[in-house]
């Protein structure tokens, strides 16, 4: 089939979710179908990113640039328009001239639309072509999530961005025959009376890539994320200025790692002789490997956790929060702990590090969930399904 491909960013190097998404995806697709890939980016691509890519595109690799001033202009003019500003974010017109010719030149079978953000290029073509949107997380309610946490002066704007995501989200779902999205918890946030027609589409975890590794502990406790991303920097405060103090009451010397690419100024203001920041990884698996256990204490965002699907095919016992676990749908207790006040968390994590037994039982039915649940070729299996409808 041939099948072109919608992205708003360029699916490598893996540092954000739904580049690791929509790179994963490609991998398997690339398998059985003639792959037309646009993707935008407003960062450089290096020749070792387009070199990973451009294997799985047989019908051509197209990378748009979005240029800070023309990013500027098209916020602006969303703004006075009354669409989203992450619509707003990536829409451009020269893109979109580019999308039109490449639909008259390639003439894809079905188009494949990753996130809401980027269905506005689609508009114009509804009705014309087979076409699934991904959602993948709900971008109104992780915004709205931000809204009730953030500064009273930005939370106008947020609340403001959150009602007009919600609207979109629902408006562009008549634009698409099929519909996908991470988890059930994301799909009943979408307002739209037919939601239940979208189709859940798991993340999958490259278990041949995270494998356990037997490496000295540096630390007690690792968490790692984009740490540029709202609700990771949130989470990374969270761990760092509220739990780990507790948790260091019982393990006076306890040390946590946060790891993850563009750590954002309040998360290495956390940097202290007990906090380290690596920033970016050549190997994030060095960071899994380093520690004891693994924490995402999530408190906004939406969406499946990767972070936790990698940390539990690497064998480390983990603590997250209901949020994050509603998403991931592990059994507490038996796949993962959960928690959701500074002091539950703390006091998982305390017990894990006092009694090793248990944490290694816990490990292990972690990544024996992860091996059996989450599964890239079974996961992209569905899309397929959908695109040939």
């Not at 609207?167 to 562009?172: C, D, Q």
């Not at 993340?203 to 540029?228: A, L, W, Y």
């Amino acid at each position: 089939m041939k099948l072109l491909v919608l992205l708003s960013r360029f699916p490598f190097p893996l540092d954000k979710g739904d580049k690791l998404r929509a790179y994963h995806q490609l991998r398997y697709l690339a398998r059985h179908h003639e792959i037309c890939l646009l993707a935008l980016t407003d960062e450089a691509v290096t020749p070792e990113a387009e070199a990973a890519v451009r294997p799985l595109c047989r019908g051509g690799l197209h990378v748009h640039t979005l240029h800070k001033p023309g990013i500027a202009a098209n916020m602006a003019r969303a703004l006075a328009t009354g669409r989203p500003l992450q619509v707003g974010y990536f829409y451009d017109s020269a893109a979109q001239r580019r999308l039109d010719a490449l639909l008259r030149e390639f003439q894809p079978r079905h188009i494949y639309c990753q996130l809401i953000r980027m269905a506005e290029y689609l508009r114009p073509h509804a009705g014309r072509y087979p076409m699934t949107l991904d959602y993948m997380d709900v971008f109104s309610a992780g915004m709205a999530r931000r809204a009730g946490n953030a500064p009273a002066w930005q939370r106008p704007v947020m609340a403001l961005e959150a009602r007009r995501l919600l609207a979109y989200e629902a408006e562009a779902f008549g634009w698409f025959q099929h519909h996908s999205i991470i988890s059930d918890q994301d799909r009943q946030l979408i307002n739209h009376p037919q939601r239940q027609q979208i189709h859940v589409v798991l993340n999958g975890i490259d278990t041949d890539f995270f494998q356990p590794t037997v490496r000295p502990k540096e630390h007690d406790i690792v968490f790692c994320g984009n740490m540029s991303y709202h609700p990771n920097v949130d989470a990374a405060v969270f761990l760092a200025t509220e739990i780990l103090p507790l948790v260091q009451q019982a393990h006076p010397a306890a040390r946590l790692l946060i790891a993850g690419t563009t750590p954002a100024p309040r998360v290495l203001a956390l940097a202290s002789p007990h906090v380290s920041i690596s920033g970016w990884l050549p190997d994030i698996r060095d960071a899994y490997a380093s520690a004891r256990v693994f924490v995402a204490p999530m408190r906004v965002g939406t969406g499946l956790q990767n972070k936790l699907l990698e940390a539990m095919a690497m064998r480390l016992p983990c603590v997250t929060t209901p949020l994050a676990n509603n998403a991931l749908r592990g059994t507490p207790g038996q796949d993962l702990l959960v928690g959701e006040t500074a002091a539950e968390l703390a006091a998982h994590i305390t017990r894990l590090l006092a009694e090793a037994p248990l944490a290694e039982a816990l490990a292990a039915r972690g990544q024996e969930f992860v091996r059996q649940q989450y599964n890239w070729a079974a996961a992209t299996r569905k899309l397929e399904v959908l695109f040939e409808e």
